[in-house]
């Protein structure tokens, strides 16, 4: 007999626009909307099929493979779960958001699971030629709460070292909005005097200062309907504190010469790479304006906290700076690469790349392209010889971590045998590199 609830639900999902499927609580599919087929289909039929089967290849719940489970979630605190997770599609692994829903019956019993998909298409987690790019734990955590905060008009200060790509999140942040078709603005607060931070931000009306011959929108008035990032706020000297803390208090600004003031309409997201609390305390930042700022703060991870994503990253970096299309990496550098610490983060790695990009004259670039003007750097994870090699104290967790990805880029430690060596079940191991993302 056909459950009426559940025909109703599949007839009521069918027409929403967004990639929806229908579960028991035994994690099996029951029915998939259109929307879902179109987005995700990969011509199998799908009812009868474990989810975690369909969306990760796993043979187990993802919960038992070192993942977050939204069903599980949902079901034990019996309402709605979101969490962010790598997916294959008929396109690859890719970034989707999956929020989980309970259905219950006349009774309140739980009886289904409505497990909505949205693929996150300000991030990659393969190589790809602009946005952010990573697929490591430290930066799907990131990404979790830029998609947490995008949706909201909180004030959001992004924290992190300098060359972590603290501008690119911003950008994400502004383009998973409902701001997203509005301006994004960018503005560098370092250096700014009081003049020409005034001039720059509020804009000048005719006739305000020698040489203001025309009036000039300010980037508050540009960033009208969208976004105004503030990169390096903790550089602006307390005097220009004072100015910007009014503006966000009162939402209003009055451009240099004029008498009106008039109201703004954006979204703030800051950028520091100082420690701006430590700044309160020595009161050289403002309290009142770091708290006004500081809503829902965001770290960038350094580049040695996602070492995984280094290969990533260096491809996706060589397609952004190369001229010669369709080059690649080798393995050895790649290795070279993954063993090294960078104090600049992303933006020396894209130095270092581009270096190499115009010292290679074939269609690999090789270790010897990266080390012939790179500076020297003695901490490496993994020796030229390709021993592992640990040459610092490190938490077990990260030399777990490098152990394991060590191990995967040796071809002649395959997977065939590896447990038994490990001393570990067959079992064991997919969870830990499942629950590490080396898999």
């Known amino acids: 007999m056909t459950d009426p609830v559940l025909s109703e639900l599949i007839s009521f999902l069918d027409g929403l626009p967004e990639p929806r499927i229908v579960m028991g609580t035994d994690y099996r599919i029951v029915a998939a909307n259109a929307a879902y087929m179109r987005e995700f289909g990969v011509g199998k039929a799908l009812p009868g ?14 919960d038992q493979a070192g993942e977050s489970c939204p069903l599980r979630l949902s079901m034990e605190s019996g309402g709605a779960q979101r969490v962010l997770h790598l997916h294959h599609t008929p396109r690859g692994e890719e970034h989707v958001a999956v929020e989980t829903t309970p259905i219950r019956d006349a009774l309140g019993r739980i009886v289904y699971f409505v497990e909505t998909m949205r693929v996150v298409r300000q991030a ?6 602009q946005g952010l790019v990573g697929r490591s734990p430290a930066f799907v955590g990131m990404l ?8 909201s008009n909180a004030a959001v200060l992004l924290l992190g070292e300098t060359g972590t790509g603290k501008e690119l999140v911003a950008r994400a942040i502004h383009e998973a909005s409902a701001r997203e078709d509005g301006p994004f603005v960018a503005v560098d607060c370092a250096g700014m005097t009081e003049t020409l931070f005034e001039s720059e931000l509020f804009g000048y009306e005719k006739g305000a200062f020698t040489g203001a011959m025309t009036r000039k929108q300010g980037l508050v008035e540009a960033a009208s309907g969208g976004t105004l990032f503030l990169d390096e706020i903790g550089e602006l000297p307390l005097a220009l504190q004072v100015k910007l803390l009014r503006l966000l208090e009162t939402g209003t600004y009055r451009r240099v010469g004029g008498v009106d003031w008039l109201p703004v309409d954006f979204r703030l997201v800051t950028a520091t790479h100082r420690d701006l609390h430590a700044m309160v305390q020595a009161e050289s930042f403002r309290r009142d304006l770091y708290f006004r700022i500081n809503t829902f703060p965001i770290r960038t991870p350094a580049l040695h906290e996602r070492s995984d994503d280094i290969p990533l990253l260096a491809q996706s970096l060589l397609e952004r700076v190369d001229r010669r299309a369709g080059r690649r990496i080798s393995a050895e550098a790649l290795a ?7 104090s600049g983060n992303i933006r020396e790695l894209r130095n270092l790349i581009e270096r190499a990009s115009l010292l290679a004259d074939g269609d690999v670039i090789d270790r010897s392209h990266l080390t012939e003007l790179a500076d020297e750097q003695p901490t490496k994870a993994v020796s030229a010889e390709g021993d592992f090699v640990v040459d610092e104290v490190l938490p077990l ?37 499942r629950a590490l993302r080396l898999g």
Do not use: M
């Open 49 to 62: 099929r474990f989810c975690y089967e369909v969306s990760h290849h796993f043979d187990v719940p993802c």
């Open 124 to 129: 990659s987690s393969r190589a790809a030629a």
């Open 144 to 151: 979790e709460k830029i998609l947490r905060v995008a949706n």
């Open 336 to 342: 070279w690469l993954s063993g090294r610490r960078f």
């Open 397 to 433: 967790a990260e030399l777990e971590r490098r152990y394991f990805a060590w191990l995967k880029s040796r071809p002649e430690h395959g997977t065939a045998g590896l447990a038994e060596r490990l001393g570990i079940s067959q079992r064991t191991l997919y969870r830990k590199v």
